[in-house]
């Protein structure tokens, strides 16, 4: 087994960290110089990246990526008529809160199925939810508040994708919780009319990222093994086939069209669908890095076509298009070849569009953590990511 070292760099031990005990603004100073130090940027070159028409009213958080809206308290979001992400709100206004019970509650109990990418299993029952929401807070500051990013509902389906963040009430942005969940959500009789979530799956980035430089030997010594065990069968086929699928397509929505370009390696049609000031962030074991502009962008998809090998493919399991606000959240996979699916590569992605052109603007991929916690640990791991992030133990 390869050390973690070598996979991810060195991992800071409690002693690197600076004791602070309760003093809150040496916390809070050390949020802002972990943010600093994880944040990687590929943008043109020499070429500050103005916001696409559309985004001008957006007010960014000092420090936060560009995705992260001024935030406001989910507790004070005005009711409407029903949304599938009527109860992902309630959900998460009770999470900031501390009302676990409350949060597990808006789960549909008979059909709960509720995934967190970083640990093993599928929680299936509400007091085990709520459990698993408590020990979750407990890796954060007292005052840590969800904050919602972007939120996608469709209303056809009754699926929704929210793309989120964690901050303390003074504004100060928690390193490394930035995420994206799916879920699908339910209304029936039998929830008097309301609506509930049936099922979750979430992931978030990175807590240790990979080197650049470790990452693309990964990449290319996986790839060589895939096309050396390959060598024996053609993939032209199926390669012919997904373009002539893709031309029968008449109705396709933006982000098919992209992943189906993608599919094909044509990264021209893929760099198509997206706005000229476009920005995508990736978040997975060995591709991180934000891609400011579509000069960037095209490095990015050209790096992969070359790594990859032809046959690996992006499929899209589920999807949650919003008509009100143009944003698209999905849940997705990798498969090596059609029907082989390859372990630890599923994912979520939140996009936003142009609201002129309707191409996309920018775009959020998370993928699941390479490596699983047990979920009986969650304890002893929330005690860990507090001496980790902020030097001290968690509660």
């Known amino acids: ?13 409690a002693s690197d960290k600076e004791e602070d005990g309760d003093d809150v603004v040496a ?5 802002e110089r972990v943010l600093l130090e994880c944040e990687t940027d590929y943008s043109d070159e020499n070429n500050d990246i103005e916001m696409s028409k559309g985004q001008e009213n957006v007010e960014l ?3 936060v990526d560009f995705m992260t809206t001024s935030s406001s308290p989910l507790s004070l979001f005005q009711e409407s008529a029903f949304a599938p992400g009527d109860a992902i709100l309630e959900c998460y206004s009770a999470w900031n809160r501390r009302d676990m019970a409350a949060a597990a509650a808006c789960f549909e109990e008979a059909n709960l199925s509720y995934q967190d990418s970083l640990y093993f299993g599928t929680i299936t029952q509400s007091q085990h939810l709520q459990h698993h929401f408590e020990q979750e807070a407990k890796a954060l500051p007292l005052d840590a508040q969800l904050v919602l990013d972007h939120i996608a509902e469709d209303p056809a389906t009754g699926h929704a994708a929210t793309e989120w963040h964690v901050e303390t009430k003074e504004g100060i942005v928690v390193p490394l919780t930035k995420g994206v969940s799916f879920y699908t959500t339910t209304t029936n009789s039998t929830n008097n009319g309301t609506s509930k979530i049936r099922s979750g799956f979430r992931v978030s980035e990175m807590l240790v990222k990979t080197p650049k430089e470790i990452a693309h030997i990964l990449v290319t010594s996986a790839s060589l093994l895939l096309r050396i065990t390959q060598s024996g069968t053609s993939n032209n086929a199926q390669i012919v086939a997904d373009k002539q699928t893709a031309a029968s397509l008449s109705s396709v929505n ?3 069209e992209f992943f189906e370009a993608w599919n094909r390696r044509d990264v021209e049609a893929a760099l198509d669908c997206f706005v000229e000031n476009c920005t995508l962030r990736t978040e997975d074991s060995v591709f991180v890095g934000t891609f400011r502009g579509k000069k960037s962008l095209r490095k990015h998809l050209e790096n992969n076509a070359q790594i990859l090998p032809a046959s690996c493919k992006i499929v899209l399991d589920q999807v949650a298009i919003d008509p009100v606000n143009g944003n698209i959240g999905t849940k997705w996979h990798l498969e090596l070849a059609p029907g082989v699916l390859i372990p630890n590569l599923r994912g979520c992605s939140m996009y936003t569009t142009d609201s002129e052109s309707g191409l996309l603007r920018t775009g959020l991929d998370i993928t699941e953590a390479p490596l699983k916690v047990p979920r009986q640990a969650l304890p002893l791991l929330s005690r860990s990511v507090g001496l980790l992030l902020f030097g001290r133990a968690s509660r």
Request: proline share 17%.
């Open 254 to 256: 933006i982000i098919e």
């Open 61 to 63: 958080v000092p420090g």
């Open 1 to 13: 087994m390869v050390p973690t070292e070598i996979l991810f760099g060195p991992v800071p031990s």
């Open 27 to 31: 916390v809070d100073m050390e949020y």
